[in-house]
């Protein structure tokens, strides 16, 4: 199984952040799969932004729910995360990661928000 991550490394104060993470070796509708964000800031930890399930449903972090959708292309075998109104705070290495087996990690992708 292998997941990698692809977007745009830098985007401007306001925009939509939009990153997609491809999947490779395991169906997303593979059941009992949660096909996750998270992001890594400077100096702060790991941060669970939500995922989407098998069955297509997402889930949110609550801190960040109003501004965060993440969808599926089933016939691409990708997941995308969206992240609307960025701020520079938003600047971090963003993962994507599955559940299945021990875990899949993406490698991160470095998501700079500057003007």
């Known amino acids: 199984v292998q997941l990698q991550e692809s977007g745009p490394g830098l985007v401007k104060p306001s925009q939509t952040l939009s990153l997609t993470c491809s999947v490779s070796g395991v169906s997303i509708t593979a059941s009992a799969s949660y096909w996750t964000w998270l992001r890594q800031s400077p100096g702060k930890g790991l941060e669970w932004m939500g995922a989407i399930a098998w069955s297509g449903r997402p889930y949110y972090s609550p801190s960040l729910q109003t501004r965060t959708s993440i969808s599926r292309d089933t016939s691409k075998n990708q997941f995308t995360l969206q992240l609307s109104s960025v701020t520079p705070e938003d600047t971090a290495v963003y993962y994507c990661?599955?559940?299945?087996?021990?875990?899949?990690w993406g490698q991160g992708t470095q998501v700079t928000v500057s003007s």
């Open positions: 990661y599955v559940n299945r087996d021990y875990g899949y």
